[in-house]
């Protein structure tokens, strides 16, 4: 009996000199503690490498601070993370109490995307943009296309490429169409990438539409060609025409068109009959450029090239308004205007 009681007294204290000698806690314990952490589940990034950098353990106080610097990544991200890690020593041997993020001004914190944006979200972030926020006002749209751009090929890769600082750029084209034109705006974004290491998201691009740098210009199509008849908007009668515009061809930026026209005036009482005619003349699609957003454009007009209207200087500064800007009983007329007066008639295909 003796015997067995001293050879459990034996075991006993066998087993406590083994926990008195776990001074510090396994690397192995620490590798796998650091893995379990929420961030790299979150993030579904895999360790690649973990080294302890220092540690202060104190058995006598029975703590333990253990320092790590963590390389894990997938196949759209790279990862350095660096905690401190604290551990207590409890009669079952250390257990893990808590960590936290502490600066390495040797490897620092950092997370890098591994490739850029890829197609697939640049067109769906597009898509997504409200258009009616980037057209000019004018009248009568019609529809508008969106023109994915930038002259980069998909088959040069699933993604964009980055710059130096990780940054993506690209152009995309919405083309409205009125009656007689088109307003091509030419609208550059950027993705930066960012979010948290407990986003929901974890880490993605964002996109930015870089709003000071938008361009926009105008371009004739096919509406434009036909003879269109003046007639006086003043008027009920709609039925006798004033006069002609008749343009026969455009190439987008300029048409050729023929003019005959006449406005009845009256000076002192005394009636008087103002006539312009041209043939054959070319015409230039310009745009006006509000004075409230020099952003947009407040204005389309078609301005003479050579010849000009045989009225001298009065008819010379006589453009014709492709977008109308009060109400018509037909949508796609078009305006007669002069910048000494303003004469409200209009143009109606026929």
């Known amino acids: 009996m003796k015997k067995v009681v001293i050879l459990l007294i034996c075991i006993v204290m066998i087993f406590s000199l083994s926990a008195c000698s776990e001074k510090e806690v396994s690397e192995k314990q620490i590798f796998s503690d650091v893995e379990n952490l929420e961030v790299f589940s979150n993030l579904n990034v895999e360790i690649s490498d973990f080294n302890i950098i220092k540690r202060q353990t104190s058995p006598e106080d029975k703590i333990d601070y253990v320092y790590v610097t963590v390389k894990a990544a997938n196949k759209d991200l790279s990862i350095i993370r660096n905690y401190l890690l604290t551990y207590i020593l409890y009669n079952d041997g250390w257990i893990f109490e808590k960590y936290e993020s502490y600066d390495n001004p040797d490897l620092p914190n950092e997370t890098i995307p591994l490739h850029g944006v890829s197609f697939e979200q640049v067109y769906n972030d597009l898509d997504a943009l409200d258009a009616e926020e980037y057209r000019s ?63 929901s998201d974890g880490y993605k691009w964002y996109l930015n539409v870089e709003n000071d740098y938008i361009e926009r210009r105008v371009e004739l199509h096919d509406g434009i060609l036909g003879n269109w008849q003046w007639f006086d908007g003043d008027s009920s009668e709609t039925t006798c025409p ?50 409230n957003n020099k952003n947009v454009y407040n204005a389309v007009s078609l301005n003479w090239i050579s010849p000009q209207p045989n009225k001298g200087d009065d008819w010379s500064k006589v453009s014709i308004r492709l977008d109308d800007g009060y109400e018509l009983p037909y949508p796609e007329a078009i305006e007669i205007y002069r910048d000494s007066w303003y004469v409200s008639s209009y143009f109606v295909k026929r």
């Open 137 to 199: 006002l004018f009248e009568n749209l019609i529809g508008f296309e969106r023109i994915h751009g930038n002259n980069i090929p998909i088959s040069a890769g699933a993604y964009l490429p980055m710059d130096e600082s990780g940054v993506c750029y690209y152009c995309t084209d919405i083309e409205y169409e009125y009656y007689t034109f088109y307003e091509i705006v030419n609208i550059p974004v950027t993705y930066h990438f960012g979010g948290g290491d407990y986003n």
């Open 242 to 291: 004033k006069g002609y515009f008749n343009v026969t061809s455009h190439n987008g930026a300029m048409c050729q068109a023929s003019l005959n026209l006449w406005v009845e005036a009256s000076y002192y009482a005394e009636p008087l009959f103002d006539t312009a005619t041209v043939e054959n003349a070319m015409l230039e699609i310009v745009p006006i450029v509000s004075k």
